[in-house]
Nanobody
Framework: QVQLVESGGGLVQPGGSLRLSCAAS????????MGWYRQAPGKQRELVAT???????TYTDSVRGRFTISRDNAKYTVYLQMNSLKPEDTAVYYC?????????????WGQGTQVTVSS
């Protein structure tokens, strides 16, 4: 079984910064993709950013240039540095890890952490 434990959410004023962390544990394939998704009230869950075990990153357009995703492979930990936060960034942020092995997709989620951007 794989567990993901997130931390770092909270309340921040517009223009402020937060750093999210997510530590994965359990039986994890070394070649994987870790990422962050978010879900605002009344909206579908959306991709924020991903990073492969090789270091390749992707970002959704609305956060590119403001958010930075990184990871520590030795610790199976992924980070999301969020700068210049806007009210529209308010959402529950979910950590994700996934990999393919022998034709099967393994896909796991964290419990979510609330990020609120408000004055």
């Amino acid at each position: 079984q794989v567990q993901l434990v997130e931390s770092g959410g909270g309340l921040v004023q517009p223009g402020g910064s937060l750093r999210l962390s997510c530590a994965a544990s359990g039986s994890i394939f070394s070649i994987n993709v870790m990422g962050w998704y978010r879900q605002a009230p009344g909206k579908q869950r959306e991709l924020v950013a991903t990073v492969t075990s090789g270091g390749t990153t992707t970002y959704t357009d609305s956060v590119r240039g403001r958010f930075t995703i990184s990871r520590d492979n030795a610790k199976y930990t992924v980070y999301l540095q969020m700068n210049s936060l806007k009210p529209e960034d308010t959402a529950v942020y979910y950590c994700n890890i996934r990999w393919n092995y022998n034709g099967l997709l393994y896909n796991y989620w964290g419990q979510g952490t609330q990020v609120t951007v408000s004055s």
